[in-house]
């Protein structure tokens, strides 16, 4: 479970650096972004990676928050295929009580912003 998001980070962070890297040379898009006169490197990696990067970044988060939650229903399962169901079971409801979370949540606004299930899912 650790190293798939890790490997898939750095696949990422290496894609922005190429992209940026590519972007960064052509002055037709940096003066299309007000950089005529000047190219300032750091101000041009800003103003790339906020407005380009952006929806990107959008679709990554939502398909890592994926993976993560699969990562979280496996993990589950496995307890579960232990014959720790039960000890999951009463964990899950001390997390729920210790946190004083909200246990209900829109299926469709978790499914993109909580990192982890909520625990009547899980349950």
Known sequence: HIYKPLIINQFIVLGMFYTFGVLVKNEKMLADFGFVAEQPTLIALS???????????????TAMTYL?????????RYAVGLGLGAKLQTSLSK???DNLSFPVAD?????FNYSHPPILERL
């Open 47 to 61: 103003v790339i990676f906020d407005h380009i990067f952006g929806p990107v970044n959008s679709v990554i988060k």
């Open 95 to 97: 997390l729920l009580t």
């Open 107 to 111: 299926r469709l606004y978790s499914m």
């Open 68 to 76: 993560t939650r699969c990562n979280e229903f496996q993990a589950d």
